[in-house]
């Protein structure tokens, strides 16, 4: 039996009205997801628990199957690992990201524009954290190239701060939600300055690029541990994802890291590549467990752009399901599909929200064909529910 998890990062929403009273999930074009719909089982799980903010490292641990209330110690430390940088126990891990900021008032008065800068090219992001680098790096405060504008501080013998997340408050003044540390408030304002006028920054304005050019700090927490996934389920997995939340975990837990050239967390990110890795790993690698993590609808909902959203699920619908369940089928294995969002992304709200995602659980044994579309409301009608989300892990790998 071979297991495989497709997660579209944010792809679940609310009804909107230019939509005509759907959700962004419901008006996309979607005939595989809707064909595995009808023919397994579909449901409501809640997979950020109560008391904790509903980001995608908490709930992708949820899915995973590991309890967030027991094992999460902060975003960036997951992040982290999948960078390969060494953590001690006393260290503060921060996530770093490049954000664009407007330009001309004073730093306090800046509106949060875009908490991407543009979706800005890992390359790009490298040349511009080799500058920050050079300015802030210290015995104490180190910086770390990630992934697009997702990058890693480490505060040796720290303190645990809550700051806030940009994605939260795009279209806001930064004064109200920067820092009250003195020393992160500080390399935020003095960043500004050192990325404004900075070349590439220019190059990027030129070409009708975002700007990245300030700083923003968020996400803290310790260096995280997590059970063994193949000694928890019995099962050699590989994580198939462009964001370094995802691989982190992944690490974490022992898991193999697939790598797919193009695979950049974007609206045009390298799906086929991302399917064709899964299938791979399952049918000459040898693996038992597969998951594949699409970061574009969740970044369309951060951009409140409805229409890429759309795109972005109908994407992963034709580009990811499609191929992987006609390579399963070829094969005459045997294996099991789920199918869902960590969280919502809502357009509305432009961030993550608590509420309960719809999923699909596929047995390609059993094909019991009903009328069905993979929709928010449809899922809640069917009364299905599952109150603690890591739980759905163990109700998938039960066949």
């Known amino acids: 039996m071979k297991y495989i998890v497709i997660l ?8 909107l009205a230019e939509l005509d009273g759907k959700t962004t999930l419901a008006a996309a074009n979607t005939p595989n997801m809707d064909d595995l719909a009808s023919m397994g089982v579909m449901g409501l799980a809640k997979m950020v628990p109560d008391g904790m903010k509903p980001g995608s490292d908490v709930a992708n641990l949820g899915v995973m199957g590991y309890d967030p209330m027991a094992c999460y110690s902060g975003r960036s430390p997951l992040e982290a690992l999948s960078l390969r940088i060494d953590m001690e126990p006393t260290d503060i891990i921060f996530r770093c990201n490049l954000v664009t900021l407007s330009e001309e008032e004073p730093y306090e008065e800046k509106t949060i524009i875009d908490h991407s800068s543009g979706e800005i090219s890992s390359e790009d992001a490298d040349i511009l954290m080799d500058a920050i680098r050079e300015a802030f790096d210290s015995d104490t405060i180190s910086f770390h190239s990630g992934t697009s504008y997702r990058h890693i501080t480490i505060w040796k013998e720290g303190q645990l701060l809550d700051f806030e997340a940009p994605h939260d408050h795009l279209g806001e003044k930064v004064g109200p939600n920067l820092p009250q540390h003195p020393l992160f408030r500080q390399m935020m304002e003095r960043s500004f300055q050192i990325l404004d006028q900075h070349p590439l920054n220019q190059k990027r304005a030129a070409e009708g690029k975002n700007k990245a ?31 370094d939340l995802l691989k982190g975990i992944a690490v974490g837990a022992g898991m193999e890291v697939a790598s797919v ?123 299905e529910y599952i109150e603690k989300g890591h739980g759905l892990m163990t109700r998938f790998l039960t066949p």
């Open 8 to 15: 579209g990062d944010g792809m679940a929403g609310e009804p």
């Open 213 to 243: 050019n300030s700083l923003w700090f968020w996400g803290a927490g310790t260096k995280p541990s997590l059970d063994n996934f193949r000694e928890k389920t019995g099962l050699k997995g590989t994580m198939i994802s462009a964001v």
């Open 261 to 383: 050239p193009g695979a950049n967390g974007s609206l045009h990110t390298n799906y086929e590549g991302k399917a064709q890795a899964a299938v791979k790993a399952l049918l000459e690698d040898g693996q038992d467990f597969v998951y594949i993590h699409v970061e574009a609808p969740d970044e369309m909902g951060h951009q409140g752009n409805t229409a890429h959203k759309v795109q972005a699920i109908e994407y992963l619908d034709s580009r990811i399901v499609a191929p992987v369940k006609a390579a399963m089928d070829a094969s005459g294995e045997d294996y099991r599909l789920l199918i869902l969002p960590d969280h919502p992304t809502p357009i509305r709200a432009r961030t993550h929200t608590s509420d309960p995602v719809p999923y699909i659980l596929y047995d390609s044994r059993r094909q019991a064909r009903k009328l069905s579309r993979y929709t928010e409301a449809e899922a809640a009608a069917t009364g």
